[in-house]
Nanobody, 120 residues
């Protein structure tokens, strides 16, 4: 089995920063993409940022210049550094990973979600 464990959400004032992390563990053979989505109340889940293995990160227009995605391949971990946070960034953030497991089966996995609240 594969598990994704997220951490790093919380309450922050506008203009503040948070760093999310997501670690994949278990029967992981090869990670193809890692990224983050978010879901605000009453809205559809949307892509925030994602990075294909060996390629560059891609960002939603609303977060470009403020959020930075990075990975640690040795730890199968993806990070989302969020700076200059705005109230409209308030949402539940979900880690998303596409990977091959040790049986060489391609699968998509989601983290449990972590709440990010930007408010004064």
């Amino acid at each position: 089995q594969v598990q994704l464990v997220e951490s790093g959400g919380g309450l922050v004032q506008p203009g503040g920063s948070l760093r999310l992390s997501c670690a994949a563990s278990g029967n992981v053979l090869s990670i193809l993409t890692m990224g983050w989505y978010r879901e605000a109340p009453g809205k559809l889940r949307e892509l925030v940022a994602r990075i294909p293995s060996g390629s560059s990160a891609r960002y939603a227009e609303s977060v470009k210049g403020r959020f930075t995605l990075s990975t640690d391949s040795a730890k199968n971990t993806v990070y989302l550094q969020m700076n200059n946070l705005k109230p409209e960034d308030t949402a539940v953030y979900y880690c998303n990973v596409h990977l091959l497991n040790t049986s060489r089966v391609l699968g998509e996995y989601w983290g449990q979600g972590t709440q990010v609240t930007v408010s004064s």
